[in-house]
T-cell receptor, first 114, second 115 residues
Framework: SQQGEEDPQALSIQEGENATMNCSYK?????LQWYRQNSGRGLVHLIL?????REKHSGRLRVTLDTSKKSSSLLITASRAADTASYFC??????????????FGTGTLLAVQP | ETGVTQSPTHLIKTRGQQVTLRCSSQ?????VSWYQQALGQGPQFIFQ???????GRGNFPPRFSGLQFPNYSSELNVNALELDDSALYLC??????????????FGPGTRLTVL
C-alpha cells in the first residue's frame, strides 16, 4: 500500500515559473526522500531530508518537512522543460534492523511548457 | 546514470509462466531492493536483500522470490504469472548496514507484460 498522497496529481506550468508539490504521509519516519521519474523509467534520487531537519536546498530544489503535520513539499524554482517528469516522495521508517525500504506516494506529474 | 543495470528491458509472457529478472548493483553497494510499479502508481516494495540474505518483504505472495549473489547482483523470480503482474519492475541498490537509511540508486527497470 502507498504511504500517502501527493498533491496535486498533475501540474502544468510555463518555463521559468516555480513548481510546488506536496506530500503527506501516515506514519513516523526516519527520513523522507524525493525522486524524479522520466517517462516510466528508473527513478532518480533528488534530495533526502531527515526527520530532525525542517528545510533543505539543492540547486533549484527546496524541500521542507513538517513532522507534526506529516507533510513535505518540494519546490522547483525557475523550471525548465527538462524538469517535465513524475515526482515521488518516499519515506523510510525508523524501525530497527537493516531494512531500508522506501514507501512511495502516488506521485505528481509535472509538465513544463516551453 | 546510476550504475545500476537491469535486464531485460522489456518482456512479454503469458499467464501461468515463470519469469526471471536481473539486476546488477552499483559498485560497492551491498543491498538490493526490488519494487513493482503498476501504471500510474508509485512503486511498491517487494523485498530487499542485504549481503545475500532476504532482509524485509512487502505484501507480495511467495510466488515472488529472489536471490542475491556474492557480487551483490540480484534476481527476481515470479512464478505462475498473473495478468496483474504486468508492471515496471525496478531494482535499487544502496549501501546498507544495521542503521542505514540511505538514498537508493535505481536501475532503468524491466517492463513486464503478462498476456
Amino acid at each position: 500500500s502507498q504511504q500517502g498522497e501527493e498533491d496535486p496529481q498533475a501540474l502544468s506550468i510555463q518555463e521559468g515559473e516555480n513548481a510546488t508539490m506536496n506530500c503527506s504521509y501516515k506514519t513516523s519516519i526516519n527520513n523522507l526522500q524525493w525522486y524524479r521519474q522520466n517517462s516510466g523509467r528508473g527513478l532518480v534520487h533528488l534530495i533526502l531530508i531527515r526527520s530532525n531537519e525542517r528545510e533543505k536546498h539543492s540547486g533549484r530544489l527546496r524541500v521542507t518537512l513538517d513532522t507534526s503535520k506529516k507533510s513535505s513539499s518540494l519546490l522547483i524554482t525557475a523550471s525548465r522543460a527538462a524538469d517535465t517528469a513524475s515526482y515521488f516522495c518516499a519515506t523510510v521508517q525508523p524501525y530497527g534492523g537493516a531494512t531500508n525500504k522506501l514507501i512511495f506516494g502516488t506521485g505528481t506529474l509535472l509538465a513544463v511548457q516551453p | 546514470e546510476t550504475g545500476v543495470t537491469q535486464s531485460p528491458t522489456h518482456l512479454i509472457k503469458t499467464r501461468g509462466q515463470q519469469v526471471t529478472l536481473r539486476c546488477s548493483s552499483q559498485s560497492g553497494h551491498n543491498t538490493v531492493s526490488w519494487y513493482q510499479q503498476a501504471l500510474g502508481q508509485g512503486p511498491q516494495f517487494i523485498f530487499q536483500y542485504y549481503r545475500e540474505e532476504e532482509n524485509g518483504r512487502g505484501n507480495f505472495p511467495p510466488r515472488f522470490s529472489g536471490l542475491q549473489f556474492p557480487n551483490y547482483s540480484s534476481e527476481l523470480n515470479v512464478n505462475a504469472l498473473e495478468l496483474d503482474d504486468s508492471a515496471l519492475y525496478l531494482c535499487a541498490s544502496s549501501l546498507g548496514g544495521v542503521l542505514s537509511r540511505n538514498e537508493q540508486f535505481f536501475g532503468p527497470g524491466t517492463r513486464l507484460t503478462v498476456l
